[in-house]
């Protein structure tokens, strides 16, 4: 069975930094691609950054660059997500995603909660 856990969220005041993981068991994504989305309130999922899990190339949603960073960790089969000079308007649930396939992620994990306070 696939599992994806992430952690690293929390409240912060806008300006600071969190660091999110997200640790995948139950099989290797270390061919594939792991991502991020977040849920603020209302219904829909952002695109936020997508790492490569073999070549390390990565991809993030235009709100988020030169701010946030992914990286990932293969052969612990993680995947990261640094945020630095939150925005109040980057508050929301984040969610890490994992697939073999490119821009399919069939799993997911349950989410951490970001809240960035001005």
């Known amino acids: 069975q696939v599992r994806l856990v992430e952690s690293g969220g929390g409240l912060v005041q806008s300006g600071d930094s969190l660091r999110l993981s997200c640790a995948a068991s139950g099989r290797s994504f270390s061919s594939g691609d792991m991502v991020w989305f977040r849920q603020a309130s209302g219904p829909g999922h952002e695109f936020v950054a997508a790492?490569?899990?073999?070549?390390?190339?990565?991809n993030y949603t235009d709100s988020v660059k030169g701010r946030f960073f992914i990286s990932r960790d293969s052969a612990k089969n993680m995947v990261f997500l640094q945020m630095n000079n939150l925005k109040p308007e980057d508050t929301a649930v984040y969610l890490c995603?994992?697939?073999?396939?490119?821009?399919?992620?069939?799993?997911w994990g349950q989410g951490t909660q970001v809240t960035v306070s001005s």
């Open positions: 995603g994992a697939g073999l396939r490119p821009g399919i992620y069939a799993y």
């Open positions: 790492i490569n899990m073999g070549t390390g190339d990565t």
